[in-house]
């Protein structure tokens, strides 16, 4: 899972797009977690979701629940039926940010439980962001 913010650097007003991405993942079914981020600093705006799941024409269930006062996001992202899962490569989530003051944000995956149709869990290995606002 690869966090990849742009720009890495802005200014307080400025917008900026947070891509989480996954890379060598086989048979994908459901990719929950929480996004961990700083919420002084900046300002969630908007969640959608990627393509990576949708691939083929594959339906998906797709929540997400922001809790500004502590930084906190809540992904769930799965697939719907009985289907083999999604092998590969792409784009899970992108999220919108809004720069509300200055200051360094760590962007942190926390509780990452992705899984494949047989609902076992598959091993991520998350590399983490950090965007900076001055």
Do not use: C, K
Not at 89 to 108: E, K, N, Q, W
Request: no cysteine.
């Amino acid at each position: 899972m690869t966090l990849s913010p742009v720009p890495t650097s802005g200014h307080v007003g400025d917008e900026g797009t947070l891509t989480i991405s996954v890379s060598r993942v086989e048979r994908l079914s459901s990719a929950p977690f929480y996004l961990i981020y700083h919420p002084a600093i900046l300002e969630l705006t908007s969640v959608t979701q990627g393509d990576f799941l949708t691939q083929d024409g594959q339906h998906t269930a797709f929540v997400h629940a922001n809790h500004p006062e502590i930084g906190r996001v809540m992904i769930g992202l799965s697939l719907l039926g009985q289907i083999a899962g999604i092998t590969g490569a792409g784009t899970l989530i992108s999220m919108t940010f809004r720069a509300r003051a200055p200051g360094v944000v760590r962007f942190t995956v926390h509780q990452a439980e992705f899984r494949n149709t047989a609902m076992e869990i598959i091993p991520i290995q998350v590399a983490l962001a950090e965007t900076t606002v001055e």
